[in-house]
C-alpha cells in the first residue's frame, strides 16, 4: 500500500441471567454503523450489529437490517445513504442458532436469483461480492450481521447498515432514550458519507476531529470498501472530501485526512485514566445516516473489557472484537466512529456496537487509547500484521466462486467478473479467463492471487499471465490502481 501519513495526534423485557429461560429468544444487537448477519447454520433472532454505517441487502460488517437498490450490470449509481447500526449482544442465553447463509462484507449478491458470485480482489482484505452482474447500493461499511454465539453464550450482530429512512423498520431508533446533542456535544463531530462506487452504493456514519488540520478518526466499517469519502463538520457546515491514512480492519480503527482543511476545532481525549463502571457516560452520533444535529444518547458504564464476536462479512466467519467498554446507553445505527463522552466531556471511546431488539440496549465502544494506539501506529507509516497504510493495489476483477474447482486442481484463479476502465479491461481480461501468473509469482488458487496482490502498491506495473476461456494463452503489462478501502 502507498505510505501515506499524516501529521501527529414492545420488544421482550431483559431478564436477570440467574433466571432466565434457556429457551426465551435472546435479543438482538446492532451497530450504529454496520451489522453483521448470523452465521451459516445459527438461528437468527433480532441479533447485534453496530451503529453508524448503513447496511446493504446481505450482511454488512456492522450494521441493522440490509437495504439495496439493484442496478444495471456494471452501471454504479450511487444508492441513498444510511447511517450504520452498532453491535449488540443478546441478554438472555441464545438458543442454538441456527442463521441464513452470510454474504460477504462489502459487496452484496442480487437476492433475486441465483448466480455465481464473485469477490473482488484487492491488496487488502476481500471486498464485497457482485451477483448476476448487479450491484446493490449499500451504506459504506455497512453490513447486516447474523447473530453468532461467542464464549460466553451470547451473540452479536456484526455492524452493517441501516435501511434508508423511508424503508426503516427496526424499532431502535423509534424506542431509543436519546436527545439532541448539545452544541458543547458536538464540537470536533463530524459526519462522514462514502460512496461505494463498485457496487453502486453509498453509507454514512460519524468520526471525530484528532488534529485541527483535519485528522479523523472513525471505525474502519464506516468507510470500508468505500470508493470516495465526504466529511461534514457537525458545528460549521463545511464539507471536505477525504483520503484514507491507513486502516486496521482487525480492530475496527480508521484514521482519514481531510482535503486543505486547517484550523478545525477538535474533541478532547479524556487524560485521566479513562472510563470505570459506574461512570456516566454520553454517546454521539450521526444516528440515522441523517445529518444535521447529532443525536446524544446518556448512560453508565456496565462493564469493561468486554469482548464480543460477530460476524465477518468477509470471510463470512466470525470476527472478534476484544477490550471494549460495555453501556447502557442507547447507541444508535450511524452512530458508529462517534465520541463516548464522560461526564466531563472527555472522549474515553469510540462508539462502535450496540444491541436492538430489547427494551434495554447494550452500547460498545472501543475504549479511546487502545484507538490512539493504533493511531500512532498509522501515522508511522509502518504496516503491521493488522494495519494498512494507503489504498490496497487494484486490478479490476473479481474472482468466481467457481475458483474453487480450480483451486483444488492448481489451475489458477478464475476470473468471475471485469469492471470496466480498470487495468484488467484494458488488456483484455474476461469472466471465465484464469490467471496462471502475477508479478513473476505463480498463481494457483484465488488465495495465492489475493496473497500477491497484498504485496503490491498502486502505481506499480507488473506482468500478468492468463488463460483465456479459449484456451490460449495471454500475457501483459498492467499499471496497477488504488481499490475501495480495504
Known sequence: MTNTTGPDIPEPEATDPATADPTAAAPAYEQPTGSYQPAPGTDVTPPPGYPGNAAAPGRPWMATTPYGY?????????????????LQAPQTPPQPPTAPKQQPIGWIIAAATAATVVSLVTGGLGIASLAAGAFHSVAASSQVAETVPDGDGQSFRA?????????QTTPDAATADTRSATAAESVGVVDIETELGYQGGAAAGTGM????????????????????????VVSTGQQY??????????????????????????????????????????GVGNAGGTGGTPSAADGSVTALDQDITVQDETTGGGKQLTGLIQTDADIQAGDSGGPLYDAEGEVVGIDTAASSGGTDIDGFAIPIDDAL?????????????????????????????????????????????????????????????????????????????????ASLEPGQTVTITWTTSAGTSQTADIALIEGPVA
Open 373 to 453: 494506539s493504533i493511531v500512532g501506529q498509522i501515522r508511522s507509516g509502518v504496516e503491521t500484521q493488522t494495519v494498512s497504510i494507503g489504498y490496497p493495489a487494484f486490478i479490476g476483477i473479481g474472482l468466481s466462486s467457481a475458483a474453487d474447482g480450480a483451486a483444488q486442481t492448481g489451475a489458477g484463479a478464475v476470473v468471475g467478473s471485469v469492471i470496466e476502465n480498470t487495468p484488467a479491461a484494458s488488456v483484455g481480461l474476461a469472466a471465465g479467463d484464469v490467471i496462471t501468473g502475477l508479478n513473476g509469482t505463480p498463481i494457483d488458487s484465488a488465495q495465492t492471487l489475493t496473497a500477491t496482490m
Open 70 to 86: 439493484a442496478t444495471a450490470p456494471h452501471q454504479y449509481t450511487d444508492g441513498p445513504s444510511v447511517a450504520q447500526p452498532m
Open 241 to 282: 472530501t477525504a483520503r484514507v491514512i491507513g486502516t486496521d480492519a482487525t480492530d475496527d480503527v480508521a484514521l482519514l485526512q481531510l482535503d486543505g482543511a486547517s484550523g478545525l476545532d477538535t474533541v478532547t481525549i479524556d487524560d485521566d485514566g479513562g472510563a470505570a463502571v459506574g461512570d456516566a457516560v454520553t
Open 159 to 167: 455492524p452493517g447498515g441501516l435501511t434508508p429512512p423511508q424503508q
Open 209 to 232: 476531529v484528532l488534529t485541527a488540520d483535519g485528522q479523523i478518526l472513525t471505525n474502519n466499517h464506516v468507510v470500508a470498501g468505500a470508493t470516495s469519502i465526504v466529511v461534514t
